[in-house]
């Protein structure tokens, strides 16, 4: 029987030539590696250089961003920027743009002028352009007040227009009229105008009074009131409010004054804000924009705001 091989380290059977002998396990393999000096929890970063075509890249942009500046407007200055050999300015461009725009459709402006007012809406293809013109100027001059989409802030006093709860009325002509003069400003003559009395602030009422109509008020809605404080509010807002309101609250659009005997609510319709109206009074302002939009402008303004309610 052969003898078994002897499989273990040591000098007398280790391989030849040198370079393939069997490496020493206890030798600590030292190798000189440059590295770059940082160091984290141990780990060293090595300080190998860059790939060629990264560094060939790094280059090209450098170069790229040079001609760039040369070219096309890039530093600035005190007062401009740099404007480049190629003489490109954005601003122009966009000008531009906006002039190719406007010169398309300029007429279907001149049609939206031309047309009246009632008769917009019969024709498919300019009511359209004037709805969708509207609802670009709505955005640029009317949603800072009435909200992107047309719902108003109660909070504030800016009227929800998704309804057909008119104020000053609802027909194209109206609409026109309020958007072009504004309402209760002093720039134009011809602004909507009207003033409720402060009948707390003034004198004029009580204010056990004030909250007997405002419980009348409210019950006119169909809110939640105090029966006895309504019936002894019923008579005062006969005498004080009536006129302007309305005997049954349904109010007069033309003379701004709002209905009473729904929940439609300009300023709040709680016990609290209902008394805070009557005491001090309400006196919204809204510009007038005869001198902000041109006529088409208005008018298609007024066609947006006109259907986003259902008109009259």
Known sequence: MAEESDNTQDPSNKITPASRQ?????RKIEEDIRTTGHSWDGIEEYDNPMPRWWVWTFLITVVWAVGYWVVYPAWPGINSATSGIAGYSSRERVAQEIADFEARNESLFVQLVDTDL?????????HRFAVNAGASVFRAQCSQCHG?????????????????????GGTM???????????????????RWSEMPAFGQDGLLEEDEIHEVVNYVLSLSGSEHDEALAAAGAELYEINCASCHGDGGEGDYFIGAPAL?????????????LFETIYYSRFGVMPGFATRLR??????????????GGGQ
Request: overall charge negative; hydrophobic content about 35%; proline content about 5%.
């Open 295 to 308: 006529e088409a402008e208005i008018r298609a303004v007024a066609a947006y705001v006109h259907q986003l």
């Open 118 to 126: 009632d008769e917009i809406r019969e024709i498919d293809d300019l």
């Open 148 to 168: 992107t989409g047309g719902a108003g802030v109660q909070a504030a006093g800016y009227p929800n227009l998704l309804n057909d709860d008119w104020l000053w």
């Open 173 to 191: 002509e109206d609409i026109v009229q309020t958007v072009t003069y504004g309402i209760r400003n002093e720039d134009f003559p011809d602004a």
């Open 261 to 273: 005997n729904n929940q439609i609510w300009l300023y709040g319709g709680t016990p609290e804000t």
């Open 22 to 26: 069997y490496p020493d396990s206890t």
